[in-house]
């Protein structure tokens, strides 16, 4: 009797090895998805500086030049960073993790400095990173509700800016190309 049950008692020990070496595998995302990392950043108000930079590459065709770095006027700094409030934690978003659409450099009140890294993910959506390990998304809205867009608008918005920022600026203040300091 004790062999006929032994098949199973074999498969039931190889399914019990394999889950357990997936949960093991797999163990940052199944306690992201039972626990979801939250993100602190500061508070558009308190944002007294962004620097930004938008590149090709990232953008699955849609743009055809890099925006280089550029410091974002402080005015359009705190609207474009209202984009990000809204955010929900994003296990495992559809992006290219290596490409990029932009990165955001932004200085708080309290000195406190965000590196932000955005993707290309459609016109509605926008994920992003502070990390490089998790991931959120954003369905920016303006004040009456209405959506912004997601990262190519996003893109399209940081790409006018510079032409403001530049076109602003006296010569001797040129900050266009001017890549931040490395984290």
């Known amino acids: 009797m004790a062999r006929k ?3 199973l008692r074999l498969a039931l020990a190889v399914g019990l090895a394999v889950v357990t070496a997936v949960a093991v595998a797999e ?11 939250s993100l602190d950043l500061a508070a558009p108000a308190d944002v007294v500086e962004m620097r930004a ?5 990232g953008s699955n065709g849609n743009l055809e030049t890099d925006v280089p770095w550029f410091t974002v006027p402080p005015g359009a700094a705190r609207r474009l960073w209202k984009r990000f409030d809204s955010r929900t ?3 495992n978003p559809s992006i290219n993790r290596d490409a990029p659409l932009g990165e955001l450099v932004v200085t708080s009140r309290d000195r406190r400095t965000t590196w932000l890294k955005f993707y290309e993910t459609g016109p509605d959506e926008l994920v992003f990173t502070v990390d490089g390990k998790h991931f959120f998304r954003a369905e920016p809205r303006d004040d009456r509700g209405y959506q912004l867009g997601g990262g190519l608008l996003l893109a399209g ?6 032409v403001v920022s530049e076109r602003d600026r006296p010569d ?3 900050s266009v190309g001017r890549d931040p300091q490395p984290r």
């Open 157 to 162: 918005t940081l790409r006018h800016a510079a």
């Open 5 to 7: 049950h032994r098949p």
């Open 172 to 174: 001797t203040e040129r």
């Open 53 to 57: 930079a938008v590149w090709a590459f």
């Open 27 to 37: 163990w940052h995302r199944l306690r992201a998805w039972r626990r979801p990392p």
């Open 89 to 91: 934690y994003a296990a």
